[in-house]
């Protein structure tokens, strides 16, 4: 069965700094990925998917992912995060007929 | 403008009491999911409609129930609310699972 694994449970960065947030997933073959982000007492809103082609999608706030097949890797990018980037980060993958997998989420928590 | 909608947004109840969490799209969509959330958990699929008249159950093995009598509305029932219900509920639509989800707002509910 897919899963998909977050690594990085709690980051913490000041401004400016580069982030990157890892997500791998289990199952190859062809996939579909996506990036959500939970912004503190809002809902779950979609960031980036890839779905095929170009490997590096760019998304909404100047987030970027790279899917790197042989790695089972779709990891999420920004080169210089801001105070509003504070938020849950999850990774997820379709799986079978009918559902998202997603990973148990990487809270992100920026400092001025 | 197209949107999903979850009522109430907090809920507290007593044990015994039956509730139903409400939820409404304007998306179009076919597809609609019941997703649990815990604090550092990944999110778990409890309940999957296809369509009108379609419910099916997730991984996530759940004592509430779901319907869906009319494409737009997927609401979900518990008969006796337990304290082991507490957990925040998210409902979601999509064209398919490939696409990815349009997430409602949430409902985070307490059972004391």
């Known amino acids: 069965a897919q899963s998909v694994s977050q690594h990085n449970h709690h980051v913490i960065l000041s401004e400016a700094a580069s982030l990157e947030l890892g997500c791998n997933y289990s199952?190859?073959?062809?996939?579909?990925l996506f990036w959500y982000v939970q912004y503190p007492g809002q809902h779950l809103q979609l960031l980036l998917k890839y779905f095929s082609g170009d490997p590096l999608v760019k998304g909404i706030k100047g987030f970027e992912a790279e899917f790197i097949k042989s790695k089972f890797s779709f990891n999420l990018r920004k080169p210089s995060v801001q105070w509003s980037d504070t938020a849950e980060y999850f990774c997820?993958?379709?799986?079978?007929?009918?559902?998202?997998?997603f990973g148990t989420g990487t809270r992100l928590q920026v400092f001025p | 403008e197209a949107d999903i909608y979850q009522t109430p947004r907090y809920l507290v109840i007593g044990t015994g009491k039956k509730i139903t969490l409400e939820c409404s799209q304007t998306m179009g969509h076919d597809k609609m999911y019941w997703y649990q959330q815990d604090p550092g958990m990944e999110l778990h699929l409890i309940h999957y409609?296809?369509?009108?008249?379609?419910?099916e159950k997730g991984d996530l093995s759940s004592e509430s129930t779901v319907s869906r009598i009319r494409t737009e509305h997927f609401p979900l029932t518990l008969e006796s609310a337990r304290p082991s219900h507490t957990s925040q509920y998210l409902c979601?639509?999509?064209?398919?699972?490939?696409?990815?989800?349009?997430f409602g707002s949430g409902t985070r509910l307490t059972v004391v």
């Open positions: 997820a993958v379709p799986w079978g007929t009918d559902k998202l997998i």
């Open positions: 409609s296809y369509g009108v008249n379609s419910t």
């Open positions: 979601a639509s999509s064209y398919g699972h490939i696409y990815g989800y349009t």
């Open positions: 199952y190859g073959g062809t996939v579909n």
